[in-house]
């Protein structure tokens, strides 16, 4: 067995369980024409079946999750979008609470779209050869009145069912090893963004 002494630095700060998520009301309350910017931007992006990382197939996969996704790669970004990217991570720097160690996006974001009977069960946002991801984040892309059901639900807490989080361009930031889910959209359609915001390996 190996003791050490403990930093100060080890000490800092008050405990991450004081607050597992992070809400803005709308993180583009200040730049509103970039959510119309991003809206239309993810209208535009080639959907698909979603996956997953156990590479579940048909009927299993479906049974956890049952939605549609589009990607948003750095290649892609116009100038619009990058002017979007730098405000997000500005966003985010200053509302880390956790101090987790973070360096940026290091992967695609992924748009979704839920219809009727689309949902995500329970699940983490980390896993084989995914530990690179610290902090995910949810943005509402659709209206209070475009869908019903859909709720996002994080362990340990109520579900989502606020005004506060269902207005398009509510956003939600939680560390990604947390489980959650989105539950069954009963009508409408359900637009979201995630992006994933990466650092070194939690030690």
Not at 53 to 74: H, P, Y
Not at 112 to 126: I, L, M, T
Request: net charge neutral; glycine share 8%.
């Amino acid at each position: 067995m190996t003791w050490v002494n403990i930093n100060s630095k080890w000490r800092e700060g008050q405990p991450v369980t004081n607050s597992p998520y992070v809400i803005w009301d709308n993180i583009f309350a200040e730049m509103p024409e970039m959510l119309t910017d991003l809206t239309k931007f993810c209208s535009n992006l080639k959907l698909e079946q979603a996956g997953m990382f156990n590479e579940s197939k048909g009927a299993d996969l479906l049974s956890i999750r049952n939605t549609r996704v589009g990607w948003i790669k750095k290649e892609n970004l116009n100038d619009d979008m990058k002017a979007i990217s730098n405000w997000i991570w500005s966003s985010i720097a200053n509302s880390n609470y956790w101090d987790f160690d973070i360096r940026g996006f290091g992967e695609a974001w992924q748009y979704a779209e839920y219809g009727p009977g689309s949902k995500y069960d329970w699940h983490v946002d980390v896993g084989p050869n995914n530990n690179h991801r610290k902090l995910s984040l949810t943005i509402q892309l659709s209206d209070r009145d475009d869908y019903t059901g859909g709720l996002f639900h994080l362990e340990g807490q109520s579900p989502f069912g606020n005004e506060k989080f269902l207005q398009k361009g509510s956003t939600i930031m939680f560390p990604s090893h947390h489980r959650h889910k989105v539950m069954p959209v009963i009508s409408g359609m359900r637009k979201s963004l995630v992006i994933w915001v990466s650092g070194p390996k939690l030690k």
